[in-house]
C-alpha cells in the first residue's frame, strides 16, 4: 500500500467511474513521453505530442473549442486523414485516459501492425467483442436492443457504453459524439457526466484497455472538495488512512531486545557483602526503519 503521502487525494471513491477528472495531465501523458514523443506548448497552455515517425498525434486541450480534453490520433499516411481517433471530455476519470496512453504506448514500441491494427473485417462485431467482455465479467448488463446499437450499463445506472453497430461517416466520427464507441459516466442531467469516443478503425486492445480501467473494482484516490457536487453525492467517499505499521519480524524483535546482563559467578561477589547490585542494563540498541 502507498504511502499517504504519495496519494493525490484525501479520499477515495468509488465506483471509480464517478470520480471525475484530476485535471492534471501529466499521468496520461508520460507513457508516451518515456518514449520520446515530442512535447510542444502552445500561447494558451494547450499541449501537443507527436510521436517519432509522426503517425501519432496527441492534443491535451483545456482551453479548446470545445469540451473534448484529449484527442488522440493515428495516421497512416502523416498526410493523409486519421486511420483512426480516440476522444475523452475535460470531466473522464484521468486514469481511463492513461490506461489507454499505456496500452498505445506498448503498441507504438511492437510497431504499426499493433498501433495501426483494424477490427477483423469478416466478422468486426466478434472482434469487438474483446473490448466488451471486461465490462460483462464485471456485472454491466446488456440492455433491450436499439436498432444498429449495442449498449450495456452498469447496475446503478451510472455508466454505459454503445457500440454503434453497420456503416459510419468516417469524418462525423472523428469530430462529434456518433462514433462507433461511446463509453459515458455520471449522473444524468449533471455537468459532471463524462465520455469517451473511439472510431471504427481503433484497434480493438486500444479500447479494451479503456473498458478494463472504467469498470476496474478499484477506488480511486480524489481531493473530496474539488470534486463536482452531483459526483460527490452518487459516490461512496471512504477516507485515505495511514497505512498501519508493518508487523516486526523475529529479526526486529531481536534488534530491539534489550541486551542481558553477564551472568554472576561467585568470584565476583564480595566476601564483605550480603547482597549484590548486578551490572547496570545496557540500553537497547534502537532499530533502524523496517525495510
Known amino acids: ?26 499521468l496520461a501523458l508520460e507513457p508516451l513521453l518515456a518514449l520520446g514523443f515530442d512535447l510542444r506548448h502552445d500561447d494558451l497552455g494547450n499541449a501537443y505530442v507527436t510521436a517519432p515517425d509522426h503517425r501519432v498525434r ?53 510497431g504499426p501492425e499493433h498501433y495501426l491494427a483494424q477490427p477483423d473485417s469478416t466478422d468486426p462485431e466478434l472482434d469487438a467483442f474483446h473490448a466488451i467482455v471486461p465490462l460483462i465479467n464485471r456485472g454491466w448488463k ?18 454505459g457504453l454503445e457500440y454503434a453497430q453497420g456503416r459510419l461517416d468516417a469524418e462525423k466520427e472523428l469530430t462529434t459524439l456518433q462514433a462507433r ?30 473498458t478494463e480501467s472504467v469498470s476496474d473494482p ?11 457536487r452531483g459526483l460527490r453525492e452518487s459516490a461512496q467517499l471512504v477516507p485515505v488512512t495511514p497505512p498501519p505499521p508493518p508487523v516486526p519480524t523475529p529479526l526486529d524483535v531481536r534488534r530491539t531486545a534489550p541486551r542481558r546482563a553477564p551472568a554472576l559467578t561467585t568470584r565476583s561477589i564480595p566476601r564483605w557483602s550480603t547482597t549484590t547490585t548486578p551490572s547496570a542494563v545496557l540500553p537497547a540498541r534502537r532499530s533502524g526503519p523496517h525495510r
Open 1 to 26: 500500500m502507498p504511502d499517504t503521502e504519495e496519494i493525490d487525494g484525501d479520499v477515495y471513491v468509488s465506483p471509480r467511474y464517478l470520480a471525475g477528472s484530476t485535471s492534471v495531465g501529466d
Open 58 to 110: 496527441l492534443g491535451f486541450l483545456p482551453e479548446g473549442d470545445d469540451d473534448g480534453l484529449w484527442r488522440i490520433n493515428a495516421y497512416r499516411d502523416r498526410f493523409g486523414p486519421p486511420a483512426w481517433g480516440v476522444s475523452f471530455n475535460d470531466q473522464c476519470p484521468t486514469e481511463f485516459v492513461a490506461a489507454f496512453t499505456t496500452a498505445l504506448a506498448a503498441a507504438y514500441q511492437a
Open 142 to 159: 446488456i440492455q433491450h436492443p436499439r436498432w444498429g446499437v449495442l449498449e450495456l450499463q452498469t447496475p446503478d445506472g451510472m455508466a
Open 181 to 210: 464507441w461511446y463509453l459515458w459516466g455520471g449522473p444524468k442531467n449533471r455537468y459532471g457526466r463524462w465520455y469517451a469516443t473511439a472510431s471504427t478503425n481503433t484497434p480493438v486492445p486500444l479500447v479494451t484497455a479503456i
Open 218 to 228: 478499484a477506488p480511486l484516490p480524489r481531493w473530496k472538495d474539488e470534486m463536482l
